[in-house]
C-alpha cells in the first residue's frame, strides 16, 4: 500500500464515554495506514483525546468549540481523498468505510452516505415509536443528512470546503449537491443512537429547525422540502407504522413545533447528551 485509502475526519466534543470503541470497531480487520484518522478533540472536558490517542489515531486538540471548526482542522490534515466526516457517537465498520470508497470511484458521483440503522435498544418507548415513524418518513429525502457520516470526493470536496459556520453541516453538504450526484450506498451501514427520551428528541428537532433556517437563508436549503401529512397517511395505508405510532408521533410533532417558535431567537445550540449516559425512560 503505497499510502491511505482514505481519509477520516471525527470532531469529538467530551466523546470519552463512546469513542474508544467507536474508534476500535472503526479499525478492526484493516491493514497498518489503510485508514487515515484524525481525531479533532475541541474544548473537551473530559479524557477524549487520550481515549482516541489510546486507539492508535492522530489526535488533534483544540480550545475553539464547535463543530465545524473541528472539522475545518481536521480536513486541513488529511492525507487524502476520498474523505469521510464521522459523528464520534456513531459505528461504521471497515468494511462500511470501503464500500462507500468504491462508491466514489463511480462516475459523476461527488458524495455518498452511508444507510443509517437506528440502535433503539436503550430508547423509551414513547420516544422509540416517534424514532420509528420519523425514520421511514425521512428516508426516502435524507441521502447525506441525518447520517452520522457523510463522504466527498476531491471534486466534492471543493464544492463543500471551506465551510462555513454552520448549525447543520450535514445540511450544509447534502444542499449542495444534485440528486444526481450523491448516493447512498446500499452496502455501508452506519449505527446511529437517536435520543433517548422525548426531552432530548425535542431538544435535537429544536436544533435542527434552526439549522434548517439558517442554511434557507444561505440559499442553501433542500429542495426536496419535508414530508407532510400525506407521507404519514401513506405509511399506515400500507401499514408500515400503526395508529398508535401515529399518534405518538403527532403529538411530539405538535410539541416540536411549539417549542420551535418559543426558542427561536434564543442562543445555544441544545446538546444532547442522554446518548452518552445511562437510559432514561419517558
Same mark, same amino acid.
Given at each position: 500500500? %503505497? ?8 470532531? !469529538? ?10 474508534? &476500535? ?13 484524525? /481525531? ?39 492525507? %487524502? ?12 465498520? $471497515? ?17 455518498? !452516505? ?34 452520522? /457520516? ?7 470536496? +471543493? ?15 447534502? !444542499? ?23 426531552? +432530548? ?19 442553501? +436549503? ?15 395505508? &400500507? ?14 410533532? /405538535?410539541?416540536?413545533? %411549539?417549542?420551535?417558535?418559543? &426558542?427561536?431567537?434564543? $442562543? ?15
Amino acid at each position: 500500500m %503505497t499510502g491511505p485509502l482514505v481519509s477520516i475526519v471525527v470532531p !469529538a466534543h467530551n466523546e470519552a464515554a463512546v469513542i474508544g470503541a467507536n474508534l &476500535r470497531r472503526l479499525l478492526e480487520g484493516t491493514a497498518p495506514g489503510e485508514f487515515d484518522v484524525i /481525531v479533532v478533540a475541541n474544548a473537551c472536558g473530559d479524557r477524549t483525546a487520550e481515549v482516541a490517542a489510546e486507539a492508535g489515531v492522530r489526535v488533534l486538540e483544540t480550545s475553539i468549540p464547535g463543530k465545524v471548526p473541528a472539522l475545518r482542522l481536521g480536513d486541513e490534515a488529511c492525507r %487524502t481523498f476520498p474523505r469521510i466526516y464521522l459523528d464520534a457517537d456513531v459505528e461504521l465498520t $471497515a468494511d462500511s468505510v470501503r464500500a462507500l470508497v468504491r462508491a466514489c470511484e463511480r462516475p459523476g458521483v461527488l458524495a455518498c !452516505a452511508p444507510v443509517p440503522e437506528l440502535d433503539l435498544a436503550r430508547v423509551g418507548r414513547l420516544v422509540r415509536r416517534v424514532h420509528r415513524v420519523h425514520d421511514r418518513l425521512i428516508a426516502p429525502m435524507r441521502a447525506l443528512a441525518g447520517v452520522g /457520516v457523510y463522504v466527498l470526493t476531491e471534486a466534492g470536496h +471543493a464544492r463543500v470546503f471551506p465551510m462555513p459556520d454552520v448549525i447543520a453541516d450535514d445540511g450544509w453538504v447534502h !444542499a449542495s449537491f444534485g440528486p444526481d450526484e450523491r448516493v447512498v450506498v446500499a452496502e455501508a451501514r452506519s449505527l446511529v443512537r437517536p435520543a433517548r427520551t422525548v426531552k +432530548a428528541h425535542l431538544n435535537r428537532r429544536v436544533r435542527v429547525r434552526r439549522g434548517n433556517r439558517q442554511l434557507a437563508g444561505l440559499q442553501r +436549503a433542500h429542495a426536496e422540502g419535508g414530508p407532510g401529512l400525506g407521507s404519514l397517511a401513506a405509511l399506515l395505508r &400500507r401499514r408500515e407504522v400503526s395508529p398508535v405510532d401515529a399518534a405518538c408521533y403527532l403529538s411530539v410533532l /405538535v410539541l416540536d413545533r %411549539t417549542l420551535s417558535r418559543v &426558542r427561536r431567537d434564543r $442562543a445555544g445550540w441544545g446538546s444532547d447528551l442522554s446518548t452518552r449516559s445511562a437510559l432514561s425512560t419517558d
